[in-house]
C-alpha cells in the first residue's frame, strides 16, 4: 500500500494555526494595517498644517500617495520586529517547547517541513504590507480624494517617482522660485508601480526570514534567536552607515567604503527600495541580486543544519 | 536494529546494539539510568543519527519511509500548550499525512479526551497529556509505537489507564509495542518479550519465561543481569 502523500499547504495550514494561537500573526497583520492608516493621516497633517500655514489651496495628493506613503512606512518595521518574531515562533519555539521532536518522528522530509515554516513567515509579513498598501488606499480616498494635482510632487521624497520631471526642472524652479512641476504618471501606470514596489518589497523580507531561521537553528531558544538577529542586523547597520557615511564624505572619499555599504545586508535592501522608487530597474543590480543572495545563502546554511542537526 | 553504534564524544552511549522485535509484541526496553535506552529510541524515531548500523521497521531502511509504520514519544509528549486538544491533533496530524477528522475523533475517544478536546492542552493533567500524547502517536495508523517512560510521573490510576489503553491498543489496533519504563512491575504484567540494556550493551532478551528464574521477579532479574544486587544488596 503506498503511502499517502503529505501536501504542501497542509504544512502552512499547520504552521499557521501556531502563529494564529499565540495570536502573533493577528499582530503582525494589525502592524500592516495599522501603517495603512498612518500613511495617509500623516500626509493629511502636513497638508492641514500647511494650509494653516498659509500654503496655498492647491491640493498636490491623491489616494495612490497615500497608498505609497502606507508601504515606505510599513516595509522595514515589518520586516525588523514583525517578521522576526514570526520565524522566532515557528523554528525556535518548536525547539524550545519539544514540539520539533514530535514533528520529525513523521514521515515528512525535514526540507518540506523548513519550506513550509519559510512561506508562512514570509507570506504573513506579505499580506501585512499588501494590507497596509490596500488600506492605505482606501483610508486615503476618504482624507486626501481621489485626484490631486500631483504634478507638484516631482521633488518629493518617498513618492516622487510617481512624476516625470523635466531634467532642468531644478535650474527652473531655483530660478523662477517655485516648485518643479512634472507630467504625472496614470493612474492605471501608478498602480502597476505600486503593485512592483509591492513585489520589491516582498524581496526585501526574505532576508530578515533567512536570518532568524539560521539563528534559530544555531540557538534553539525563541529569546536568543530574537536576540541574535537584532544582533545580526545592528552590526550590519553599523556596518552600512559607516561606509556609507566614508563613502560619500567630500572630504575624505572612500569608493571601496562606499561599495562596501552597499553590499551590506541593509545596503543592497535599501538600494533594492530606492530602485523601486525611482523606477529604475536598471539599478536592481546589485542590490536585487545582493538580497536575493543574502536570502539563499542564510536560508540554505539554515535549512542544512536543520537537515542534519540532531534533536536531543 | 543491527550494530547500532551512538557516541557523543569519546563516550560510546549505544555500542554494537541488536535487537528484534516481533510483530504482534509489546516488548519491554529496560536498562539502569543512563544505558541507552532513550538515545537508542532516538535513533529508531530518526531524531539523532546514528554512528553505525541500520534499523529496519516492517521491512523499510529508509528512514522517513520507515516512519510511516512509526509512532512515538520520547521523553514525554509535548504540545502547543496554547492550543485546544484537537487543534494539537490537528497540526499534528498535518505532518503524518491523509489523516481524517474523524480519525482524530475516534482518537480523542479513544482515548477519554473527547469532552475536552476544546480546552487549552495547558489545562490538562499529566494523565490526560500522556494519553492526548498516545493518540498524537496513532495518528498516522502506525504498525509500531515506541513509547520512552510513559508512566513516568503518573499517579497509580494513572498507569492503570495507560497500560489498559497499551493492551486496549494491541488488539483494536493490530499494535506492536515498544516501551521502556523504570516500573518494572507494569512491564512485567504487560510485555511478551523483553530487552535489557547497559552501557550500551544488549545483556538479554527473550520472554519472561526465558528471562527469570525460579521465583524470580522480573526486578530481582534486572538487577541480577545489571548486577545492580551484590551478595543480595543494592549496590
Known amino acids: 500500500m503506498s503511502a499517502p502523500p503529505i501536501p504542501f499547504v497542509g504544512l502552512c495550514k499547520a504552521e499557521w494555526t501556531k502563529i494564529r494561537g499565540r495570536g502573533l500573526a493577528w499582530a503582525v497583520l494589525l502592524f500592516g494595517l495599522m501603517h495603512g492608516l498612518v500613511g495617509p493621516g500623516m500626509i493629511w497633517g502636513v497638508l492641514a498644517v500647511g494650509h494653516e500655514l498659509g500654503a496655498g489651496e492647491t491640493d498636490p495628493v491623491d489616494f495612490l500617495v497615500g497608498a505609497d506613503t502606507a508601504l515606505y512606512l510599513a516595509v522595514f518595521p515589518v520586516n525588523g520586529f514583525a517578521l522576526l518574531l514570526l520565524a522566532c515562533i515557528l523554528w525556535a519555539e518548536d525547539y524550545s517547547l519539544g514540539t520539533m521532536a514530535m514533528i520529525f518522528v513523521r514521515p515528512v522530509a525535514r526540507w518540506k517541513v523548513f519550506a513550509a515554516k519559510a512561506a508562512v513567515a514570509w507570506g504573513v509579513g506579505v499580506v501585512s504590507l499588501l494590507l497596509a498598501t490596500v488600506l492605505g488606499a482606501l483610508f486615503g480616498i476618504l482624507l486626501l480624494g481621489f485626484s490631486g494635482d500631483i504634478g507638484m510632487l516631482g521633488s518629493a521624497p518617498v513618492v516622487g517617482w510617481m512624476v516625470d520631471v523635466p531634467e532642468d526642472a531644478f535650474a527652473t524652479a531655483a530660478a523662477s522660485n517655485s516648485l518643479p512641476l512634472g507630467d504625472p504618471m496614470g493612474l492605471l501606470g501608478r498602480m502597476g508601480w505600486i503593485a512592483a514596489r509591492l513585489g520589491t518589497c516582498a524581496l526585501i523580507l526574505a532576508p530578515a526570514v533567512a536570518v532568524a531561521a539560521l539563528v534559530a537553528q544555531v540557538t534553539r531558544s525563541p529569546v536568543l534567536t530574537l536576540f541574535g538577529s537584532l544582533v545580526v542586523f545592528v552590526v550590519d547597520g553599523f556596518a552600512w552607515a559607516i561606509g556609507s557615511a566614508w563613502g560619500a564624505s567630500s572630504l575624505d572619499y572612500n569608493e571601496l567604503a562606499g561599495t562596501l555599504a552597499e553590499w551590506t545586508i541593509l545596503g543592497s535592501r535599501r538600494g533594492l527600495f530606492r530602485a523601486n522608487m525611482d523606477g529604475a530597474i536598471g539599478d536592481l543590480w546589485p542590490s536585487g541580486v545582493l538580497t536575493l543572495a543574502y536570502t539563499v545563502a542564510f536560508g540554505a546554511l539554515a535549512l542544512w543544519m536543520f537537515n542534519r542537526r540532531d534533536v536531543t | 536494529m543491527r550494530g547500532l553504534t551512538r557516541a557523543y564524544g569519546s563516550h560510546v552511549v549505544v555500542r554494537d546494539l541488536e535487537l528484534d522485535v516481533d510483530p504482534g509484541d509489546i516488548y519491554g526496553f529496560l536498562g539502569p539510568n543512563g544505558a541507552g535506552k532513550t538515545t ?27 516512519r510511516r509504520h512509526l509512532g512515538g514519544i520520547v521523553e514525554g509528549p509535548r504540545f502547543y500548550p496554547y492550543l485546544t486538544g484537537v487543534a494539537n491533533l490537528r497540526v499534528f496530524a498535518a505532518y503524518s499525512g491523509g489523516v481524517t477528522e474523524e ?28 494519553r492526548l500524547g498516545v493518540a498524537q502517536a496513532l495518528l498516522g495508523a502506525p504498525k509500531l509505537l515506541l513509547l520512552d517512560e510513559p508512566m513516568n510521573g503518573l499517579d497509580p490510576a494513572g498507569v492503570r489507564e495507560l497500560r489498559d489503553l497499551i493492551l486496549r491498543l494491541k488488539e483494536e489496533e493490530q499494535l506492536t509495542v515498544f516501551i521502556s519504563s523504570h516500573i518494572l512491575k507494569e512491564i512485567e504484567g504487560l510485555c511478551t518479550r523483553v530487552g535489557i ?17 525460579d521465583g524470580e521477579s522480573l526486578e530481582d532479574c534486572f538487577l541480577r543481569l545489571t548486577g545492580g544486587v551484590h551478595g543480595g544488596q543494592i549496590r
Open chain 2, 197 to 213: 540494556i547497559q552501557d550500551g550493551r544488549k545483556v538479554a532478551e527473550g520472554s519472561a519465561d526465558e528471562l527469570l528464574e
Open chain 2, 103 to 130: 480519525r482524530i475523533q475516534s482518537l480523542l475517544e479513544m482515548v477519554r479526551l473527547g469532552e475536552r478536546q476544546t480546552d487549552p492542552v495547558k489545562t490538562y493533567s499529566l494523565g490526560m497529556r500522556q
Open chain 2, 40 to 66: 537508542t529510541m532516538r535513533m529508531v524515531l530518526g531524531l539523532i543519527h546514528s554512528d553505525a548500523g541500520s534499523v529496519s521497521i516492517f521491512g523499510e531502511a529508509d528512514p522517513v519511509a520507515a
